[in-house]
């Protein structure tokens, strides 16, 4: 996914020649509103299915992740989302 610059204490990491550093996570304090809740739901579902596709996906997104400087997965699951899944939550399925 990306190179660590330094060992673990040395930074961050550098992706698509741009350098990064993530901060730990913090524990949410307010419970998720229901937007919130209905784009979680749709990114999961998207998500658990383009991982059944990786191989196909590694083909069929390279050339519009790398024009977009993402990676083909990213590519894929953003099109998921946007064209393939219907229903409103909590029945969010992949369009057929």
Known sequence: MA?????ILGGGYIRF??????MKSKKKKKKASDKQVEARKRMSV??????????????????SGA?????????????Q?????KGEYPT???FQ
């Open 92 to 94: 969010v399925c992949i």
């Open 3 to 7: 190179i660590l610059k330094g060992g």
């Open 81 to 85: 989302i946007l064209y393939g899944l």
């Open 46 to 63: 998207a998500v658990k299915f383009i991982n059944t596709t990786k191989t196909f996906v590694a083909i069929g997104f390279a050339q």
């Open 17 to 22: 020649g741009k350098s990064y550093i993530k």
């Open 67 to 79: 024009r977009k400087r993402r990676t083909a997965y990213a590519d894929a699951v953003s099109h």
